[in-house]
Each structure stands twice: as C-alpha cells, then as structure tokens.
C-alpha cells in the first residue's frame, strides 16, 4: 500500500491530536506556502536553514505580523516534529516580526462627561456602567437586577471572564 501524500499525514496527525479545523486548514495552508517559497521541495530535503529562510521572508519582505509569523511557525515546527520524525534545534537566526506596542487609550474625565451627557434612555445607563465597572458590551447588556448586590457594591457577571 503506498504512503500517504504528505498534507494528508498532516491532515491526518492533526485529526489525531483534535486539533480544530481551522487550525488544520491554517496549518496546511503555511505548509504548503513554505513548499512553493523553496520551489516545491520536499520538506524531508530542508532543515533549519530553509525554515529560517522561509520565516524572514515573511517578517522582511512580506511584513506580516508577529502572531501570524508565529503561526507559521508552529506549523513548521509541527510537520517537522511530528509528521516527519525530525528534531529541529532552536531556530537562532529567524528575523522576527516586531510586536506592536500598544498603549491604551484613555480618555480626558471632561471628554467623558460630555459624551455620557449625550446618551439618552437605557443606553445611558448601559455606557455609565460601562465606563464605571469596566464592563464589555454584551455583559452589560445582559444584566439582570439580581447580578447587582447593594450591599457589597458589586456587580456579578455571570457569562463573562
């Protein structure tokens, strides 16, 4: 009986670990695009020195993002770990994708009380608990009088992290 094409071992050790389905098709997608990248080689020819190819590529010349980059990444280190058998060692030379960084957006208390001051009706007491307790939309939304306690001055999200 002959082997299995090599996507469908992928496909198949996937499954076999529950992996979901679109981290599937994510996987298979990356595998394939580093096979086009190296000219439709095998990745049983390639080591560390293509993968590292491969991944400053998409840093340098693609410029993805961080996340994505290390999407690429897990399914590389995945086809080689446990499709192919083959221990890679670290991965030194990689260019990496930089992570934003974030600052967080806060608002003036003035800018604050004038925009409360244009919300009429229920959503008004839906942005003030908002912007008070720190609430998401949808757990605000979904409150009930028996999730606020007076005593203690808490609210209990019951859906929410």
């Not at 002959?2 to 076999?16: E, K």
């Not at 912007?131 to 929410?160: H, K, N, P, T, W």
Request: hydrophobic share 45%; aromatic share 8%; no cysteine.
């Amino acid at each position: 009986m002959p082997t299995p094409r090599l996507l469908d071992q992928v496909r198949s050790a996937l499954r076999v670990r529950h992996y979901s389905l679109r981290t599937e098709e994510a996987y298979l997608q990356w595998i394939k695009r580093y096979i086009f990248f190296h000219g439709k080689r095998h990745p049983g020819e390639m080591g560390e020195p293509e993968i590292t190819a491969f991944l400053s590529h998409l840093a340098t010349d693609r410029k993805v993002a961080a996340s994505t980059q290390n999407q690429a990444l897990s399914a590389l280190l995945f086809l080689y770990k446990e499709v192919l058998g083959l221990d890679l060692e670290w991965l030194n030379d990689v260019v990496r994708a930089r992570r934003p960084v974030h600052l967080p957006v806060v608002m003036p208390q003035g800018e604050v009380r004038a925009l409360l001051s244009q919300v009429k009706g229920k959503a008004k007491l839906v942005a003030h608990l908002m912007y008070g307790s720190g609430l998401r939309v949808m757990e605000a939304l979904r409150l009930r009088v028996q999730d606020i306690d007076f005593g203690y001055r808490q609210v209990v999200i019951r859906s929410g992290k």
